[in-house]
């Protein structure tokens, strides 16, 4: 079982790697199992972690829960065209509730707090940062004061405004780059997984 | 000969290749190889001189096919599997506050680790999920695993039954239940952890694979946050460590750190300015920078060379890509 469930994993693998050269066959039929395998994990672990989890094993003792499965029902109304617009109403609880939800997380975590980090004495409380953290806030300072320079629309970016802007546009491409430079060094993690898993794992080549 | 013969020619040969390597393997008398440090140099040297030729082409106007750059990238992140050339890695400030962080945890303390991630993400954060787990239990620190994404819980095991097989570890006799659990995967995102806030038991009615939440010894007492000394979470995406930073930090004050993928760390790092993460193991080079720090040589060390070959590679064809570019009249496609 344990060199047909390897031969398998390899078998897929190559196939995804196959559409380097070109789509193909091989290739649609390892993401079809792949998107096929992926909706039935999905559904068997959502199945019993939380309809058996929670009200066979756990008994439903949290009155809660009935709300919730109750409105889970209605969002299966769905499926009945004549009384599908009964799914809204769920729908229109799960938007509210979590609008709700994310105004107030993301005001206090990414606003206030961000925004209390960035209005800080540049030479540090008491002057006691040193250089590397003074320059550090310069920067950040800087940065910050340009890149809503840059996103202020109301004025013409034009003379010194304009000069700020463009400062601010310096200030957004190297965080773009960082941010691309990140994401290649994710891609490659993950092709590097793949092929120790078919050099190494499969084909016992390293050492 | 036909195209399509050339194709079937090439993958009857490559499946001879593999089923002769397996066979190998299986056999014993394939235990893998690996290149002296001249070969290794000279490997090295060839790229660098191919790379130099396609530039020379390229500058005569003669482009390369798509197919040959990936080629380039396959085999910049392979050969260095085999070679016996090391990388030097550097502490980052981000790695170092993590480490001390979970550092100054006296034994017994209870970590809560959240597994947000799934296979895709494993070659980046199981190297720290085991060095993390390796930490843990090497220093008597008690470990609760969840995990919002429905295959974490399951990353969690592997790396619990690869870390049991160390001597160490090993010696120590932990018991499930009672030095560390694994209470599974629930749905529902942040606001699973918004719930955990006031009773981890209502999320978690059972372990991973169906024991009450009441029969686990270690959980049993553990009701909140209130209740966890630190917490730690290996994240991919969404739900992760902006949302556990949103919910279980800034709401109820849990002392947090976080490995992240490369393409995820950006996005966290400024938490660790602003105080509300202690640090941040950003992708493979955290990894490693963390599996020196913890004092092992785990994968995360051994991919690193790989991570710089391609780096390496991927700079040479943006050069070559560029000198392509500004050489058609920046008309030209590649």
């Known amino acids: ?207 | 000969m036909s195209t399509r013969l050339k194709e079937m020619l090439v993958v009857a040969v490559m499946t001879v290749f593999f089923v002769i390597m397996y066979w190998g393997k299986v056999d014993g008398w394939m235990t893998g190889f690996q290149f002296s440090f001249g070969l290794s140099m000279t490997v090295v040297a060839l790229i660098v001189v191919s790379l130099l030729v396609i530039l020379y082409l390229t500058l005569q106007g003669k482009m390369i096919g798509r197919r040959v750059v990936f080629l380039y990238v396959g085999i910049s992140v392979t050969l260095p599997f085999f070679m016996s050339l090391s990388q030097q890695i550097k502490i980052s400030p981000e790695v170092q506050t993590l480490y001390d962080g979970i550092a100054e945890l006296p034994p017994g303390s209870v970590v809560l680790s959240a597994f947000d991630y799934d296979p895709p993400s494993a070659p980046e954060l199981q190297p720290m999920a085991e060095s993390f787990f390796r930490y843990c239990f090497n220093n008597d620190l008690k470990v609760i695993v969840i995990g919002l994404w429905p295959q974490g819980p399951q990353q969690a095991n592997m790396a619990i039954e690869k870390v049991m097989l160390d001597e160490s570890i090993a010696a120590k006799n932990l018991q499930y239940g009672i030095d560390y659990v694994n209470l599974g995967f629930q749905t529902g995102n942040e606001f699973v952890i918004q719930r955990m806030g006031s009773d981890f038991k209502s999320m978690f009615p059972t372990d991973y694979s169906g024991t009450p939440y009441d029969e686990l010894p270690l959980v049993k007492n553990v009701k909140n946050f209130s209740n966890i000394d630190y917490g730690f979470n290996f994240s991919a995406g969404y739900p992760g460590t902006v949302e556990w930073v949103q919910v279980a930090v800034d709401r109820y004050g849990l002392k947090m750190g976080a490995g992240n993928t490369a393409v995820q760390a950006p996005q966290c790092y400024p938490y660790i300015r602003s105080g509300q993460l202690i640090g941040i193991l950003g992708g493979m080079n955290g990894a490693a920078e963390f599996e020196l720090l913890t004092g092992t040589v785990g994968k995360g060390t051994k991919f690193m060379l790989s991570q710089s070959f391609a780096h390496m590679i991927v700079i040479a064809f943006i050069i070559i890509g560029n000198v392509a570019y500004f050489r058609g009249g920046r008309k030209r496609k590649l």
């Open chain 1, 1 to 207: 079982m344990e060199h047909f469930a390897i031969w398998v994993a390899a078998f897929l693998t190559m196939g995804i790697f196959s559409f380097l050269y070109k789509d193909n066959a091989w290739y649609k039929l390892c993401e079809a199992i792949f998107v096929g395998i992926s909706a039935g994990y999905w559904f068997v672990t959502l199945f019993w972690d939380n309809i058996y989890g929670k009200f066979w094993v756990g008994k439903g003792d949290d009155s809660m829960l009935y709300i919730g499965a109750f409105l889970g029902l209605l969002m299966l109304m769905r499926l009945v065209p004549k009384i599908g617009w009964i799914s809204r109403w769920p729908l229109a609880f799960i938007v509210g509730a979590t609008a709700g939800f994310y105004l107030i997380n993301y005001f206090s975590s990414n606003v206030m707090r961000q925004v209390e980090d960035t209005i800080m004495p540049l030479l540090g409380p008491d002057y006691s940062a040193g250089a590397y953290d003074i320059i550090g806030n310069i920067v950040i300072a800087v940065g910050t004061f340009s890149g809503l320079v840059y996103f202020f629309f109301s004025k013409e970016h034009k003379g010194a405004f304009g000069a700020t802007a463009k400062v601010g546009i310096f200030f957004l491409m190297i965080t773009f780059g960082a941010s691309f430079g990140y994401t290649v060094m994710s891609r490659m993690s993950l092709l590097i997984g793949r092929l120790d898993f078919l050099f190494g794992d499969w084909l016992g080549m390293i050492k």
